[in-house]
């Protein structure tokens, strides 16, 4: 049987924005990085902005983006995704991914930053069972109903402005319990 994922068996490169890509690996029993990847560097804006262009095959960021973004209240917000995503493009190879690892909730709002800047975009909720396998702490506290009922307490005292956009979210989704906004989704961005 044929593989569609490419890459596989040639060597590639990886920025993980908060050294997060060796513990997932671990969370699947490899003891190292595979041979073939060469994992570069802990990748804020400013770091990326030392590394070649069109030079990586995989952006990976695990929380970052929000952490990264919401500091600066919502009218920011947007304005700082966007520098992310552009240093991001900028080093990313022409067949290369942006992964990120966010709450559904914020997915759609990075989804469409990433359309506004000509990229193809997939998002996709992450299935339950990768959700479990994850050892990460910020993954565990999404994985039941008391956890996501506490990150919204979190948000609620730390970003009063986030709530109310968040139950809204849950409502246009119609989501049953409101705290699955913050089940982790992925987003793969590509050029």
């Not at 890509?21 to 994992?39: C, T, V």
């Not at 304005?79 to 966010?102: D, F, S, T, V």
């Not at 909720?125 to 996501?148: F, H």
């Not at 609620?156 to 699955?180: C, G, N, R």
Request: charged share 30%.
């Amino acid at each position: 049987m044929k593989s569609n994922r490419r890459g596989l068996g040639r060597e590639f490169t990886a920025v993980d924005a908060a050294l997060r890509a060796e513990e997932a690996l671990r969370q699947r029993g490899l003891s190292k990085a595979p041979k073939n990847l060469n994992h570069v560097c802990n990748c804020a804006v400013d770091e990326m902005k030392k590394i070649q262009p069109e030079s990586q095959d995989i952006v990976f960021g695990s929380y970052f983006l929000n952490n990264y973004s919401m500091k600066f209240g919502q009218e920011k917000r947007e304005a700082r995704a966007m520098e992310y995503l552009n240093e991001a493009r900028r080093i990313l190879k022409p067949h290369g991914r942006i992964i990120l690892i966010q709450d559904y909730c914020f997915a759609e709002s990075y989804a469409k930053t990433g359309q506004k800047m000509g990229l193809k975009v997939s998002v996709v909720k992450l299935p339950p069972r990768m959700v479990e396998a994850s050892t990460a702490d910020y993954i565990e506290m999404r994985q039941n109903e008391s956890g996501r009922r506490r990150l919204l307490e979190i948000d609620m005292q730390e970003h009063p402005d986030i709530v109310s956009w968040v139950k809204e979210f849950a409502a246009k989704q119609k989501l049953k319990d409101p705290t699955m906004a913050y089940w982790p989704t992925a987003i793969i961005l590509r050029k």
